[in-house]
Every structure is written in C-alpha cells, then in structure tokens.
C-alpha cells in the first residue's frame, strides 16, 4: 500500500482528499503544518507528498527545497495551491516540485496527478542503466547526473526534463511532446515553461565553457546530441 502525506492546514480540503484516497487503497499521513511535514519524512518517508503552497509556518516552497536540500531527491512532491499565474508555477516547480495543481480541483484529476508521478518514480527505478551521451552520465536510479565526471544538482523536474532528452539523443522532440512526458499533458504550468527549465539546464551542464549538448529546433523542439 503507498502511502501519501498530505500537508494542508485547511480541515475541509484535508478531510476530503484523505477520505477519496483512502477509498482508493492509500495509506494516508496528515499534517498541518510545514515543519511536521520535514519531521515525517525525517521519520517514516512517504511514496508521494501532496503539499499545500499556504501555511501558517513554512510555505510549501521552502518545505520542497529543504526536502530536495535533505537529499529526498526521488521523493515525488505534488503542489498544491490557489495561485494559478505563471510566476507562482515556476517559483513552485523550481522549488523542487514534481507537479502543481491549482485550487479547486476536481479529485479524479489530483489522483491522475499521483498516480502518474508514483508511476514515473517506479519507472525509474526498473530501468536502472545508466545513461550516457559524450561527458553526460545519468543514473535513473540515484538520479544523479555528472558531465566530465563532476556531479550536478539538478531539481526533480530538471532532472525528468534531462533524463528524456537523453532516453531520446539525437531525435528532435517537440514541445508539445516534452510537455506531456514531463509535466503532463493536463499541467496548468503551460509550453513556455519548457524554455525556462531548458535555459535552467543548459546553465548548469555548461559550466566551465563546456559545449551545448541541447539544441534548439526553431519552432518545432529541442533535440539532445554530442
């Protein structure tokens, strides 16, 4: 059975997604408070968080980037929250975030959001072989990244984005379709948000005036390739 934590300091919306979830066959944690939350997965770490952006001490954001800080790296985290600009999509998936889903919600869409991201870490965890392309190494496993043998801290989405470029070198892929494998297709976050994760990419496989290995196909994609 997974199990979810779900952080939320609003009884209402607490109860109800506990109650569908738990109808649905998960273990359910609940807590309404941001530091709790770090406490909990300190002590017994969840499959999945569901994390309200809003509350009274931590905000979700900072929540995300301690968990990330923490090392829980595979650990898939869901957003939640009533913002639904731009701005707060990116601020909350560059926090560490796997996934943003705003208020109100129909309760069958959150729990394709879940069970998609569940999916995608199982996923992961099968395929096992390391990927390589020129300097580039991934391992699905750990999902850490290297380039000439030196680590790179990338967040969960960073990751997802570069780990499908690399499943997929030297073919041109489009936005449309990078979209749906990373954010999925019913993501409120938008296609410009691509470029900005991109950009957040090619900054840190780059450094030290190493050579672009993601491409630009004006106006169709983005290709990965030596």
């Given at each position: 059975m997974k199990r979810i934590l779900l952080v939320d300091d609003e009884p209402q919306?607490?109860?109800?997604?506990q109650r569908g979830l738990v109808y649905k066959g998960y273990e359910v944690v609940t807590v309404d408070r941001g530091e709790l939350a770090l406490d909990r997965v300190r002590e017994s770490p969840p499959d999945l968080v569901v994390l309200d952006?809003?509350?009274p001490d931590l905000d979700g954001c900072e929540v995300c980037r301690r968990l990330r800080a923490a090392g829980e790296r595979?650990?898939?985290?869901?957003?939640?929250?009533?913002?639904d600009s731009l701005p707060d999509k990116v601020a909350g998936?560059?926090?560490?975030a796997d996934d943003y889903i705003t208020k109100p919600f129909a309760f069958d869409e959150l729990l394709a959001r879940i069970r998609a991201n569940l999916r995608r870490v199982e996923d992961t965890a099968k395929r096992g072989q390391k990927l390589e392309i020129a300097d580039l190494v991934l391992d699905p496993v750990s999902r850490q990244v290297w380039r000439g043998g030196k680590s790179i801290e990338l967040t969960a989405r960073e990751y997802d984005l570069l780990e499908l470029l690399t499943h997929n070198a030297g073919q041109v892929l489009t936005k449309e379709i990078i979209f749906e494998r990373v954010w999925g297709y019913d993501n409120e976050a938008g296609l410009e948000v691509i470029k900005v994760y991109i950009n957040y990419l090619r900054a840190k496989l780059n450094e030290?005036?190493?050579p672009d290995l993601i491409h630009t196909v004006r106006g169709i994609g983005y290709i990965l390739k030596a």
């Open positions: 919306i607490t109860t109800f997604i952006v809003m509350l595979n650990l898939p985290v869901l957003m939640l929250t009533a913002r998936l560059d926090s560490g030290a005036n190493k």
